[in-house]
């Protein structure tokens, strides 16, 4: 293996490297080896603390289960309302009218600098204050709440983004053929931002997964992490067994994701079809959370 | 209007996420570095653990991570990073995880940074003779830090955010502080308002400030 930043490796470096791997590795086993002997002293790698998730389907059909459908029905509601939301915002945003242009970019800019957590919160008191939605239902509503007021915004600025990637002639051809302008956004320009936006579009949806569990911590939403107290209390005092599954279970719903959404990215970069343009994945989504928010 | 604010210590909350901010952004930015070091670097077992942390750990929800420091680290296993007061042990582990989550987002900065150094600028100082640890910290890095400010910045913007995650493990920072002002008051538009402007204080400037400034220091090519 060579890289731009080193030099192929002669014997003295060989030696030297296998020096720092054997180096690195005795530093990881001693860490590995305190952290086991401190799981061990606390008694937290008894089989009785995991055989309820490794030896028995029950955990799962009674906390896992149910908590992950919560989080997959929020993360789905609010990936579904956000998305056309914020498709008319970001196209709102790229409008020849300044008196369009303008109010929506200050709501946009408002929303993404505005932690999700606030917005939830503030949705929790406001559905209590204002409407009859019933307390049970009520953090569903405002984890809903916050998540597409924020990634409405996000992805507005991925619409925006996806379309001023694509060529300038290709919406230029279009008004010499004479089409009108929301004839252009809607056969032209739009249809072909669809596809450089999935990348990003899918790494939000990770964005947004991970953002549910703030509902869980915060707002008594029952969800995946939500489960975790109840189980560490019906298992025996299993915290870190329960954790370790349910960050498990997070990780590789969103890992697939992430990883589907950078296969795409290198589909459609291949793509004879398309114009070639493609948002990065990470693009637009990077300025969240990164992950951003959560 | 705004009388029921003198009963809460508002500038002392925002003053916690800020202090959150600021140490977490230093942490994560010494810890995101080596990352990304390991992951460009000639060791094949540095650059697997970079990777394998980077992607365990980017998706992983930031709540997971901050409530286990809690629940699991301190409740469970005892660790209190040398704290006995309950608020500092909290606002620690808050910096904990705080530091653990966001330093995988600057390791994928920093990479994408050295990306855009051209080739002939590691290959030029191969040439001279100089050792990896060279090349990396008196050419590279200087000019990849420089291309990144601005994915940089949306990180930094992206932490003062997220540090209202340490609100579920009870450190006293503005949405805690947000949370207990709604249940005691009946102002719910005003708080939410006041509390909003004060992220939008903390958040504007520093992407104008650190926009202008990454434009600035841009190496032009």
């Not at chain 1, 990637?165 to 956004?185: C, D, F, T, Y």
């Not at chain 1, 994945?281 to 959560?294: F, H, I, R």
């Not at chain 2, 670097?41 to 750990?57: D, E, Q």
């Amino acid at each position: 293996m060579s890289s731009v930043l080193y030099d192929a490796q002669g014997p003295r470096a060989k030696r030297r490297n296998i020096l720092y791997t054997v180096g690195f590795l005795l530093v990881m086993a001693a860490v590995l080896w305190w952290v086991i002997s401190g799981l061990n002293d606390k008694d937290q790698l008894a089989w009785e603390k995991w055989k309820p998730f490794l030896g028995g389907t029950e955990a799962w059909s009674t906390y896992i289960w149910p908590g992950l459908k919560n989080t997959l029905e929020a993360a789905a509601l609010s990936m579904i309302i956000a998305l056309p939301l914020g498709a008319v915002l970001g196209i709102a945003r790229l409008s020849e009218h300044a008196w369009v242009r303008v109010p929506v970019a200050i709501v946009v800019e408002f929303f993404r600098a505005i932690p999700v957590l606030v917005l939830m919160i503030f949705g929790l008191a406001l559905f209590a204050e204002y409407t009859t939605v019933g307390s049970d239902d009520r953090p569903l509503y405002a984890v809903v709440t916050g998540l597409v007021l924020y990634n409405a915004s996000v992805l507005a600025e991925i619409v925006r983004a996806g379309i001023q990637s694509l060529p300038k002639g290709q919406g230029e051809a279009a008004l010499a053929i004479g089409l009108r302008k929301n004839q252009v956004m809607r056969f032209i320009l739009l249809p072909q931002a669809v596809t450089a936006m999935l990348p990003a579009i899918i790494s939000q949806l990770v964005v947004i997964v991970k953002d549910t569990a703030l509902g869980g911590a915060v707002l008594t939403f029952p969800d995946l992490l939500a489960a975790v107290s109840p189980m560490s209390s019906y298992y025996g005092a299993n915290t870190i067994a329960s954790f370790t599954i349910v960050a498990i279970v997070f990780i590789a719903i969103n890992f697939s994701l992430t990883s589907f959404a950078s296969w795409l990215e290198k589909r459609l970069r291949r793509g004879k079809k398309s114009t070639g343009a493609v948002l990065p994945a990470a693009a637009v989504a990077g300025a969240d959370s990164t992950g951003a928010s959560a | 209007m705004f009388d029921f604010l003198d009963h809460y210590d508002l500038l002392g909350a925002f003053w916690t996420t800020v202090q959150l901010t600021v140490i977490s952004a230093i942490g994560s930015l010494i810890w995101g570095t080596v990352l990304a070091a390991m992951r460009v670097g000639p060791v094949p077992v540095m650059r697997g653990f970079g990777t394998a942390y980077v992607n365990i750990v980017r998706n992983t929800p930031l709540t997971v991570i901050i409530l286990f420091s809690s629940l699991g680290l301190n409740d469970t296993l005892g660790i209190s990073l040398g704290a006995t007061d309950f608020k500092v042990i909290g606002f620690r582990l808050a910096v904990l995880g705080l530091t653990a989550y966001t330093s995988a987002f600057v390791c994928e900065a920093l990479r994408a940074g050295i990306n855009t150094v051209p080739v002939g600028q590691a290959e030029a100082a191969r040439a001279l003779g100089l050792s990896f640890v060279q090349v990396l910290t008196l050419v590279v890095l200087p000019q990849a830090f420089r291309a990144v400010v601005g994915p940089l910045t949306n990180v930094l913007i992206a932490l003062t955010k997220n540090t209202t995650v340490a609100a579920a493990i009870g450190v006293a920072e503005a949405a805690l502080l947000m949370k207990q002002m709604i249940e005691n008051e009946a102002q719910l538009l005003l708080i939410s308002a006041v509390i909003a402007f004060g992220f939008v204080c903390l958040t504007l400037p520093t992407g104008l400030i650190l926009g202008w400034v990454g434009k600035k220091v841009a190496v032009k090519r």
